[in-house]
């Protein structure tokens, strides 16, 4: 089997245990309790999600919007070291010319250190 094919079957893996457990979790008695039951399966469906954005073959499609904001991958590299982006302000999706990825990018891969060498820009997505 090829990794990309290992890696979104460990992904789809990930995402129903996570389900299965969202579901049990709700009978906890505190939010806290929840987060803690969640905490392995959030951290699998992460692993696994962010694993297969690294290896998996993107689909381009042309840059038809004007929204979001272009910068290079240096520039992103240093917002998201430096905490001016989080996961939680939003999301970038790879970019090569004037050609989008359908492949997203977190400030969290940046910082793990895992995140695609084979794009020059980031189009960046604030919530």
């Known amino acids: 089997m090829d990794k990309v094919k290992e890696a979104l079957d460990r992904l789809e ?3 129903k245990e996570h389900s299965k ?3 049990i979790s709700l009978d906890k008695d505190s939010w806290e309790e929840c987060q803690k039951y969640l ?20 689909v ?3 840059i038809d ?3 979001g904001d272009r910068m290079s991958m240096g520039t992103f590299i240093s ?9 939680y302000d939003g999301f970038g999706r790879y970019i090569k010319g004037n050609e989008e990825s359908d492949i997203d990018v977190y400030p969290s891969d940046i910082t793990s250190g895992k995140y695609r060498k084979d794009f020059d ?3 960046w997505f604030n919530r």
């Open 65 to 67: 919007y004007d929204y």
């Open 13 to 15: 893996k990930a995402r």
């Open 79 to 87: 917002c998201c070291k430096g905490g001016g982006f989080i996961d």
């Open 60 to 62: 381009m499609t042309p």
């Open 121 to 123: 820009e980031v189009m």
């Open 39 to 58: 905490e392995p399966y959030q951290r699998e469906l992460s692993n696994a999600s962010r694993e297969y954005r690294l290896i998996k073959p993107p």
């Open 21 to 23: 457990h969202w579901q």
